[in-house]
């Protein structure tokens, strides 16, 4: 029996699905919504990066967590990848000395 030495570069449908424990017919439609990325080939198939491995799990965390339609979590998912960006630009400014602070309310 051949194993494999390193992880696979891309995978097929039916790995990716396989791998993250869902259904080819869900995959395909997260790709639909724009949800997951994914590349086609000559014969339209699509083929996923390993990358998507998290972003799947992240997806079914929400769905679970928070009980959102997958219309939505196209949303939810653009929205806290925003605010991560957002975050990231912010720390690397200086804070300005005695200048207001996020958290108060006046």
Same mark, same amino acid.
């Given at each position: 029996m051949p194993y494999a030495l390193t992880r696979p570069r891309r995978l097929d449908i039916e790995s990716f699905a396989r791998a993250t424990g869902t259904h080819p017919?869900? #995959?395909? %439609? /997260?790709v639909v919504l724009g949800v997951l990325d994914a590349? %086609?080939?000559a014969a339209?198939? /699509?083929?996923?990066? #390993?990358?998507? $491995?998290?972003?799947?799990?992240?997806v079914q965390r929400l769905r679970a967590g928070f009980? /959102?339609?997958?219309?939505? $979590?196209?949303? #939810?998912v653009d929205l806290l990848d %925003?605010?991560?960006e957002l975050e990231s630009v912010t720390r690397g400014r200086p804070r300005i000395p005695g200048g207001p602070k996020w958290t108060s309310t006046s």
């Open positions: 017919e869900l #995959v395909r %439609r /997260l590349q %086609r080939d339209g198939e /699509l083929w996923f990066t #390993v990358s998507q $491995l998290p972003a799947m799990a992240r009980a /959102l339609n997958y219309a939505a $979590l196209g949303l #939810v %925003r605010i991560a």
